[in-house]
C-alpha cells in the first residue's frame, strides 16, 4: 500500500470547470511535489514545496495553481483546462530535498479534459 | 544537463528468464541512482538505490551496481515472473541540484507465462 494517498483516482471535467486534486502524507516528509505524466512517458515536475513553501515552477501554465495548507496536504487546483492537459497526475514526497532522499509516490490522479 | 538513456522496449520474456534492462546517465560530480516501477494502473514505486560507486541496491530479487567508469546502473532479475510485468524507470538525482529527479525513457517489460 501506498504511503501517498491522492483523491480522487480519475477525474472527468470540462474546459470551464474548476477542481481541486488532493494529496496527503503521514511520513513526516517536509518536501512535497506534483508531476504529470501522459501516456508511455516518464513523469514530469510541475512544482516542489519544501517547509510548506512553493521553492521550484517548472514554468507551469497559470490554470494550474498549488497550495500546500499544512506539511501533510498539498493541492493541484485546475481551472479553464485544455485537453492536453489529460495525463496522470502524480503527487510524492522526501524525507527533504537532500539527494539521497527516496521521493515516495501516490497513485496518482487519471484526469480526463473533455 | 543531465541525462538518463534507458533501452526502448518492450522486453518481452518467458516466466523464469533472465532479465537486463539497460540504463546509462551523464552527469556531473556524483549523482545518486535509482530504478522505480510502475505498474499498470498505479504510481511510481522505489525498487532499488545507490548511492555511490560500486555501491548495489537490491530489493525483491532485482540488483543494480553503481558503475562509475561506464556511467552505468543496469537493473537484473535471475528469474522474472508475470507478476514483474511493468514499466521500469532508471533516474538521477545530482547531488549538486537538490532532489529534482532526471528519469529515463522507461521500459515495459511483458513476461509471458
Known amino acids: 500500500d501506498t504511503e501517498v494517498t491522492q483523491t480522487p483516482k480519475h477525474l472527468v471535467m470540462g474546459m470551464t470547470n474548476k477542481k481541486s486534486l488532493k494529496c496527503e502524507q503521514h511520513m513526516g516528509h517536509r518536501a512535497m511535489y506534483w508531476y504529470k505524466q501522459k501516456a508511455k512517458k516518464p513523469p514530469e515536475l510541475m512544482f516542489v514545496y519544501s517547509y510548506e513553501k512553493l521553492s521550484i515552477n517548472e514554468s507551469v501554465p497559470s490554470r494550474f495553481s498549488p497550495e500546500c495548507p499544512n506539511s501533510s496536504l498539498l493541492n493541484l487546483h485546475l481551472h479553464a483546462l485544455q485537453p492536453e492537459d489529460s495525463a496522470l497526475y502524480l503527487c510524492?514526497?522526501?524525507?527533504?530535498?537532500?539527494?539521497?532522499?527516496?521521493?515516495?509516490f501516490g497513485d496518482g490522479t487519471r484526469l480526463s479534459i473533455l | 544537463g543531465d541525462s538518463v538513456t534507458q533501452m526502448e522496449g518492450p522486453v518481452t520474456l518467458s516466466e523464469e528468464a533472465f532479465l537486463t534492462i539497460n540504463c546509462t546517465y551523464t552527469a556531473t560530480g556524483y549523482p545518486s541512482l535509482f530504478w522505480y516501477v510502475q505498474y499498470p494502473g498505479e504510481g511510481l514505486q522505489l525498487l532499488l538505490k545507490?548511492?555511490?560507486?560500486?555501491d548495489k541496491g537490491s530489493n525483491k530479487g532485482f540488483e543494480a551496481t553503481y558503475r562509475k567508469e561506464t556511467t552505468s546502473f543496469h537493473l537484473e532479475k535471475g528469474s522474472v515472473q508475470v507478476s514483474d510485468s511493468a514499466v521500469y524507470f532508471c533516474?538521477?538525482?545530482?547531488?549538486?541540484?537538490?532532489?529534482?529527479?532526471?528519469f529515463g525513457g522507461g521500459t515495459r517489460l511483458m513476461v509471458k507465462p
Open positions: 545507490a548511492t555511490k560507486a560500486d
Open positions: 510524492a514526497s522526501s524525507q527533504g530535498q537532500g539527494a539521497y532522499q527516496p521521493q515516495h
Open positions: 533516474a538521477l538525482v545530482n547531488n549538486n541540484a537538490g532532489n529534482m529527479l532526471t
